[in-house]
T-cell receptor
Framework: GENVEQHPSTLSVQEGDSAVIKCTYSDSASNYFPWYKQELGKRPQLIIDIRSNVGEKKDQRIAVTLNKTAKHFSLHITETQPEDSAVYFC??????????????FGKGTLLTVNP | DTGVSQDPRHKITKRGQNVTFRCDPISEHNRLYWYRQTLGQGPEFLTYFQNEAQLEKSRLLSDRFSAERPKGSFSTLEIQRTEQGDSAMYLCASMPGGAWETQYFGPGTRLLVL
């Protein structure tokens, strides 16, 4: 089955700096890669996703890049703010073509943005 | 609130007792998932329903676990003879029927087995 590795496990940045979280996946058939943000005691919420036919996607301060050949994808947050502090999870699934679209998650990155 | 809801939000039980959790998905979402999340880990897939049919179960889902979605709307997850290792957050997610869709998560049920 799919295996997703996520690094780093913790990341501390100063407000205004950029943050980068990296993930690798094992199943070359995976073609959908969402990122979820989970604040303490709350539900995971989708912040951005990317399909395998796209190399990069951006939404305001958040961007995701995908390298299908290397089987890795990254989350980039620019101009970080204290409210960006949370645990971020990457995930992989077959977004089309079957396999029930179940998500395989990384172990998460605790991002702390210091004022 | 039109999001995914779960009940109860917290459950404390003694080892050996049975517990049941409920998930109400977003209306008209025909795909429903259960995940388990332990401290410091990402959610792990447990089982998947398309409408009322349970189409996949993870090997994590021992025979003490059973899930149903009788009318293709809400779902229940029952754990029989709970063990301390069952302590976790149980998350439900729902998704529309098409490809490339987003899974929307509920707030979870936090289970503590004493």
């Amino acid at each position: 089955g799919e295996n997703v590795e996520q690094h780093p496990s913790t990341l501390s940045v100063q407000e205004g700096d950029s943050a980068v979280i990296k993930c690798t996946y094992s199943d070359s058939a995976s073609n959908y890669f969402p990122w979820y943000k989970q604040e303490l005691g709350k539900r995971p919420q989708l912040i951005i996703d990317i399909r395998s036919n796209v190399g990069e996607k951006k939404d305001q301060r958040i961007a995701v890049t995908l390298n299908k050949t290397a089987k890795h994808f990254s989350l980039h947050i620019t101009e970080t703010q204290p409210e960006d502090s949370a645990v971020y999870f990457c995930a992989a699934s077959k977004g089309s073509g079957g396999s029930n679209y179940k998500l395989t998650f990384g172990k998460g990155t605790l991002l702390t943005v210091n004022p | 609130d039109t999001g995914v809801s779960q009940d109860p939000r917290h459950k404390i039980t003694k080892r050996g007792q049975n517990v049941t959790f409920r998930c109400d998905p977003i209306s008209e979402h025909n795909r429903l998932y259960w995940y388990r999340q332990t401290l410091g880990q990402g959610p792990e897939f447990l089982t998947y329903f398309q409408n009322e049919a349970q189409l996949e179960k993870s090997r994590l889902l021992s025979d003490r676990f059973s899930a149903e979605r009788p009318k293709g709307s809400f779902s229940t997850l029952e754990i029989q003879r709970t063990e301390q290792g069952d302590s976790a957050m149980y998350l439900c997610a729902s998704m529309p029927g098409g490809a490339w869709e987003t899974q929307y998560f509920g707030p979870g049920t936090r289970l503590l087995v004493l």
